[in-house]
Every structure is written in structure tokens, then in C-alpha cells.
């Protein structure tokens, strides 16, 4: 069995923590593992790492490594997208992939999004294998979840009979209206479609033929041409594409915890709350609040009497909202365009060379942003035009050149660079490189 | 006739605008004039700026000259308590100063808070005009304001018969329950205490005599030893320790809107609201947002179907809280003393020698604070044994002194102050200068 991660989304809906250069897939919420690092560890649990084909998108391979690193998933496959297509043409190109290094049709392939959560491992593995069954047998199979609640935000899979392991299904229901979702949570053959499915490479390709005709032309020319003329790939999801045209698909129920993570309020669910029902992280003081998810970063933040809100700090941008209205938060982003042709602020440059950075805080003139460096990674050399710099070591060791002045500068220490000068960072100690970086002059920033 | 301003309060109600450094009023609602500069404005209309006197704490001193200059009024009386001992002290000592200065007994005082909001100035005017012909009559006077609603944060004033163009005052309510707001702002005899009053020199001393005998004998041994002992003066309210003490006052009504600003939701009540009545400033995009108080500062504020809310950015700390309970804003620092015996963020250094101070952020191991020096202004040599500086120059022009090297520093360029060194900035410019200041080092917080 094959296992191909679709790790290229985007999107806002976690705003301001989640960013185009960071979508939800790689934040952490526990402080250990992204949602990615926990998909791979469920991955690695049934397959090896070479079983491991993880398609994302080419701005977040550096972070994606990082990830495969952490948990020790370097023998992965990374298969880059050239542009977004949404998940039928990620699937489709992560098993084109896979045929061209020579896997055989039978081989049986699990797709699984990086942004949701679930468990338990015992749980998942045993769904897997049902899945496996029946995709053996020539099926397609979703994994269904038993409706924790009448979820309006999730897709529902209706189910008839039993076959194998599984059940044969019958329709796909789009995210319904609340009493729609009250009749579907009540009824035993309504399942929350999980996103995932199990199949054969065989499967997927007769599937494609017979339902999306454009994306299997574009498969059947072989890998390269793919790649090449992926942009011409239809954008849209396997569930729409696909498995809600076709008869021959499969459920399969997992009978664990699982979240799809699409807002704030999934996450103040799956966190574990204090007495009052708060969820509370960083520094700060609540009073008199109650259910309440309060993310602070960086600043204190002082909250007196809420209920049921939300409080996020991303650095430069702060949520505040009623958790019921978290799934508004995408709205944020055409809003704000509305208003006067702007965008959500976005993160200075995201990870690339093992470098992260997080904007801290914007002013009229300057910003301040918090950079981080894995050993042996670096900031490329760079200059800017109209803007000078100030390279602060929080911790770690790292050489700094400036033109041809080459220096070490330790932790506690810093240097300016001057507007037009060229500068590299790179980090020669054993730990991260933690920085903090003024940027100074009137094209930085509201000027 | 004389002003004596109080300008000495501390507070924090209105964190995290208010600090200690930085007491309400000295905050700019309308971005223009302070609460103090607003209430000199008023005074001016009446007095001469040397009929001014203002009195304050030593460490406000220079931010009260800088708002006497704003509004041209540097003849003005700056008097400074040693330490702060409530209003009726500090009236005693604004009186003291005035005798001291050979002002006649005879002469009417207006007292004045000057963190409180009234208009308009005609209104102000001819009830100042009223309460000094009483007070020429030999009473002391108190302004009252007919309820605007039952409010239960004011003290009430209940009147009785008429006297000249006032009314005798019968007695003092503090801040009274919800019921007895509710009849006192329906009662006719029921004014909300403004906290100003009007009364010539020698009633004050009077009074004193005959209800504050432990402030009497120190004023009255001449302002130097009054200044000497001040330490000694009582800690109470000129209208617990007097006005409530006293049948010989009198009331005169100003007919105009007034408010003590005591609370985020009496700000909010005052400010310019559109059409969905929020009132919004700084960078913010709200989306479904009714009856909200959104200020931001720096980063964007994300606000999404918030009712009646407050989200207050203060830089390296954010108050988020339902409008109606701002009246709690002030249990937050105790409430931070419980947690880990830590204070409310304090600003860096306030305003000293024409350098005011603004926090923007802490993290582990660094802090960063916008600074702005006035022209002639200086930050002091000073040095950090365990933290290095970088001070970038947003705007201006600055002479900065390292050591023994000296240099200039132009708007877009900065430089380091390395661990232990010391380190002078002016401003050299003919503008003000503008810095953004980053201290890195395991001592600056939480490393």
C-alpha cells in the first residue's frame, strides 16, 4: 500500500494564525506536531517512509522537508504541484507519479488530507485495512464518521447496504442546512464524509475515464507531460469529481474522533479546556470568562467577562469573534480586499532554507519580524533598495556578512545593516538561530 | 479668579491605554488634544495662563509641560505633590502655593479635574460665572450635572432650596445602587457630582479649619513646610474629607454634557459612532459588528460579529472585554498580582526630558518600544550590563554618542549599542524623532 498526503491547500478560515505562506496543515496546536506531522506519524504506522507520497504545493516543500525530518520521513516522496488544482488533480498526480515509478495498477493507494485530526491510532488502522478489503475487491471506499452532532459545516455520506466490511454508498449530501444536519445525525446511515479514501491505482484511473474525462486525458500522457500541463487540470474536489458521480464507491466507518479543523471552533472543541470551559495559551489574564479560546502570542492580552469568543493573536494581526462566528473567518480576507484593495497581512517569507520568520508588528515606517534559523541554515544574501535592517540574536550563534565584512555575532547581540548594503545570515551554532529584525524606511510599510 | 487643575491621578482604568506613566489624563481620544490639554483649553476661556494652576506628580512633570506649551500656555503655575495624597491635599496644596504667592484670601478658586470631558464652552462659562458669585458670597460651590440616565458610577448631589442662581446642597450619595440611581435620575433634586468647584481662598482654609483639622495645621504653616511634611497629609477625596462634611455649600447646575471618562464604555458613549454604532480607529476590518469600541494600534485588528464589545490595543497588551464590563477594567492588575505576583506591562519610561515612550511588544528575551524625542530633547547615557540595544530611526535626526564615538543618525538608518556599553541620543533635528528601540538580552523578560 501506497499512502499520498495532499499537503498543498491554503486558506484563511484559520486566520491569523493560518496565512497563504502557512496554511492550517503545518500549524501545531498541542506545541509539538503540526497536523501534517500528525497525518505522517498515523501514515508511518501502516507504511514505510518510501511508501510515502506527500503532493503539496512548491513554496512549502522547505517546510514540508521539515516536517518528513521531525519525524523521521525523509525517505518520503515530495511531488510538487506547479499551481493549486484542487484534491481530484492532486490525486490524480500523485498516482501518476507512482505508475511512472513502475507501481502496478493493484496496488492499492490511501489518500488522506494533512489537515485534519483523528484517532485513535488502533482505530484508524483497523479502518484501514477493512478499507483495503474492499479496495482489493475492485471498490472505492470513503471512510464515514459517525455524526458526533448535527455538523453544518461537513459533508455527509447516505449509506445502503453492507458490503465486505463496509457499506455500499448510496449518495453524497453537501454541507446541509441545520435541520437537515439534525435528520442526518440521527439516522444510522448518515456519515460524516471524512475526506479520505482507499483505492487502487486501477481503480482511481477507470474512475477518472469514466467520470472526468479532462483530468484522465491529461493523466494518461504520463507523468512529465502531467506536470507540464497541469495548469490545464480542472480544479475541483475528488468528492465533487469524482466519488459523487460514481456507483461503484464503498464506506467504511471510522469509529474514533475526527475533525476536519475548519475553524476556530473545531479547535476550541478538540483542545482540552481549563474549569470555566476556557481554552488558554500565551500570557495571559481572564477574568470572569467562559468558554472561551484565548491564543495570546507575544503581548499580554487582558480579557474581562467573555463568553463563548474568541481571542487570537497571530503577531500582526489579532482575532476577536464569538466562536459561533468562526466560520465567517474567510470572509475576513474579501472584506478587508473590499475596503480598500488590501490583502491579509502576509508572513514576511514563510520557510524557505530553513529559515521561518513571523511578522511581530507593523508601524507606519517599520516592521519587526521574529526569524527563526535551523543549524546550518541561512538568510541568503539580500539587499534592500529603500529600507535598512537591524539583525538581532536572540539566541544562538550566527555569521553575518555584510558586503565583504564577515562577523560572528552571538546571542544578545546585533548588527545594523545600511540601506543598499547586501547582507547574509547564516546560523554556524549547534541550536536554532532565533532573531529578531527591525526593518526601517518609507517603502516598508505605510510611509 | 484662579484655576487650580488636578493633574496628579494615577489609574487604570482605561488600561491598557492607561498606565502609570501614562494616567488618563494624558490619552488623546480625538487624536488631537488630551484630556488634560482640553480641560486648559476650558480654563483658558476664562483665566489668563497665569491664573493657572496645575497640579502634579514629579514624574509627570514633563509631560504636563509639553501640554502647556501645546496649547500656549507656559505661564501657567506648575505646583508638584511629593507624593500623591488625593484631591483634598492637592487643592490645599494648589491653595497654599497661591497664598504663598500673596493671592488675597478673597479670591475665588476654581477647582478643576482634568480627566473629565464637558461642554459646550458657553455652558462652561456662565455656570463658572454663577458658582463665583456664590462663592464671592461666601459659599463653596460644587458644579452638578442633571443625570443623563442611572448611572451608578457618579456620586449624587441631592439640592435643596434655591440660593442666589444655585441651590443649597443637602447631601452627598456616592456611587449608589442600581434602584437609587434609577429614582435620583428621576428626582429633580438629584445632580451627578462633577467633581469641580468654585470658592475664594479663605472659605477653603475655613473649611479646612473646621473639617479636616489634620490638613489644616500642615497648610497652615506656610507652603515650603506644607511641601516638607506633605508626606503627612491625609489621603482623601475633597468631597469625602469636606463637601460632604459641610451644610455651608451650594450647587450651581451646568447645563451641559459632562463625563468623568471613568470607564472604556463612557469613552465609548462619547466618541463619534457610525451607522452600526461602533467606534472604530486604527487599522481594522469588521465584519457584522454592532455597539463595539474597536482601537487599534500597530497590527490589524480582525473583528468579526462582535455585540457591544471592547477590543483595546494598548501595544504589548490588548483588553478584550463586553462594554458593560469596562467598569472592571481596574481588577485586572489585581488579578494579575494573584496569578504570578506580576503588574500590569508598564511603559518603558513614560516622559522624561521630552522623551515619551511607547512598548510595542515583549517576547522571550527582547522587547520593542517606539520612542519620540522632541527637538532638543536627549535620551540620557545610559547602559545595560545585560542587553544590547538597536535604535532605528524612523524619523528625524539624531546624534548618538557610544561611548566616546559620536555620529549622526539620519531617518532609514540605526545602529547597535553593544552589551554593557553606554549610550546617549538626541535630537539634532528640527522635527521630532521618531526611534524604534529593540532590547535583546536574557535580563530585558521572561528569558
Known amino acids: 500500500m501506497k499512502v499520498v498526503i495532499l499537503a498543498g491547500g491554503g486558506g484563511t478560515r484559520l486566520f491569523p494564525l493560518s496565512r497563504s505562506w502557512l496554511p492550517k496543515q503545518f500549524l501545531e496546536f498541542d506545541g509539538k506536531r503540526s497536523l501534517l506531522g500528525l497525518t505522517l506519524e498515523r501514515a508511518m504506522g501502516i507504511v514505510r517512509p518510501s511508501d510515502l507520497v506527500v503532493v503539496t504545493n512548491p513554496k512549502h516543500r522547505d517546510r ?3 516536517e518528513l525530518e521531525s519525524v523521521g520521513a525523509l525517505g518520503a516522496h515530495l511531488v510538487l504541484e506547479p499551481v493549486g488544482r484542487n484534491t481530484a488533480s492532486a490525486v490524480a498526480l500523485g498516482a501518476s507519479y507512482l505508475l511512472n515509478l ?55 455520506i447516505e449509506v445502503g447496504g453492507p458490503v465486505g466490511p463496509g457499506f455500499l454508498v448510496r449518495s453524497f449530501r453537501e454541507k446541509p442546512d441545520v435541520e437537515s444536519a439534525r435528520a442526518y445525525a440521527e439516522d444510522p446511515r448518515y456519515y460524516w464524509n471524512s475526506g479520505m479514501y482507499c483505492l487502487t491505482l486501477g481503480c482511481l484511473m477507470d474512475q477518472l475515464e469514466r467520470h472526468m474525462e479532462d483530468l484522465y486525458r491529461l493523466v494518461s500522457r504520463g507523468y512529465d507531460e502531467f506536470i507540464s500541463a497541469f495548469a490545464d487540470s480542472p480544479s475541483v474536489s475528488i468528492d465533487r469529481g469524482l466519488a459523487e458521480k460514481s456507483s461503484d464507491g464503498a464506506m467504511v466507518p471510522f469509529n474514533g474522533d475526527w475533525s476536519d479543523i475548519g475553524s476556530w471552533d473545531a479547535i476550541y472543541k478538540w483542545l482540552q479546556k481549563d474549569g470555566d470551559g476556557n481554552v ?32 487570537v493573536d497571530g503577531g500582526d494581526a489579532i482575532l476577536v469573534a464569538p466562536r459561533n462566528e468562526s466560520q465567517r473567518v474567510g470572509l475576513l480576507a474579501e472584506k478587508l480586499a473590499s475596503l480598500g484593495g488590501r490583502e491579509l497581512p502576509e508572513l514576511l517569507a514563510g520557510c ?18 521574529e526569524v527563526q534559523v535551523k543549524p546550518g541554515g541561512a538568510i ?6 529603500k529600507s535598512s535592517e537591524s539583525w538581532g540574536v536572540i539566541e544562538g550563534k550566527a555569521r553575518v556578512t555584510i558586503g565583504n565584512r564577515e562577523m560572528t555575532v552571538l546571542a544578545g547581540d546585533g548588527v545594523w545593516v545600511p540601506v543598499g548594503e547586501s547582507c547574509r545570515i547564516e546560523n554556524v551554532g549547534d541550536g536554532p538561530l532565533r532573531l529578531v529584525v527591525v526593518r526601517i524606511g518609507h517603502k516598508v510599510f505605510g510611509g
Open 102 to 156: 513502475g507501481v502496478p495498477r493493484g496496488e492499492v493507494i490511501l489518500v488522506a488530507p494533512s489537515d485534519h485530526i483523528m484517532g485513535p491510532a488502533g482505530e484508524f488502522v483497523g479502518a484501514v485495512d477493512k478499507a483495503c478489503e474492499l479496495a482489493l475487491r475492485g471498490r472505492w471506499v470513503v471512510f464515514g464518521v459517525r455524526p458526533a452532532g448535527p455538523e453544518t459545516g461537513y459533508g455527509y
Open 352 to 369: 524557505v532554507n530553513g529559515v521561518s520568520c513571523r511578522s511581530l508588528i507593523r508601524g507606519v515606517g517599520y516592521d519587526v519580524t
Open 380 to 385: 541568503d544574501p539580500h539587499h534592500h533598495a
Open 280 to 311: 488558554i495559551s500565551g500570557d495571559c489574564v481572564a477574568l470572569n470568562c467562559e468558554g472561551s479560546l484565548i491564543m495570546g502570542q507575544g503581548r499580554l492580552i487582558a480579557a474581562l467577562g467573555l463568553r463563548d469568543m474568541l481571542v
Open 64 to 66: 514540508v522537508m521539515l
